[in-house]
């Protein structure tokens, strides 16, 4: 299912399409139970912009998937910052 953005993902001037990059090419991806909104499970993803992109390029990406079929949403977009460049660090996956 193809998922919907909202205004607030474009605050930072992240471009959809390179949001939708960094989705589909993460390099990390966790659960985020204490930030769930809305009935829904938020879902953290770091990735690069697109496939030029330096590694210090990174991406940070928030949706909130339901499991009641709606579609997900893409809510949050910016460069990669101190707080999930932290949440990355100290949980580490194999």
Do not use: C
């Not at 879902?43 to 030029?52: K, M, S, T, V, Y």
């Not at 949403?73 to 996956?93: C, D, S, T, V, Y």
């Amino acid at each position: 299912m193809t998922p919907k953005w909202t205004a607030s993902s474009d605050k930072h001037g992240v471009a959809r399409p390179d949001q939708a990059y960094a989705i589909a090419h993460r390099t990390y991806v966790d659960h985020l139970p204490q930030e769930s909104i809305d009935d829904g499970e938020v879902w953290l993803f770091i990735g690069p912009r697109h496939a030029q992109a330096l590694p210090e390029d990174e991406i940070e990406v928030l949706v909130n998937v339901y499991s009641d079929g709606r579609p997900a949403r893409i809510f949050h977009a910016m460069p990669l910052g101190p707080k999930f460049r932290r949440h990355r660090e100290e949980n580490p996956h194999d």
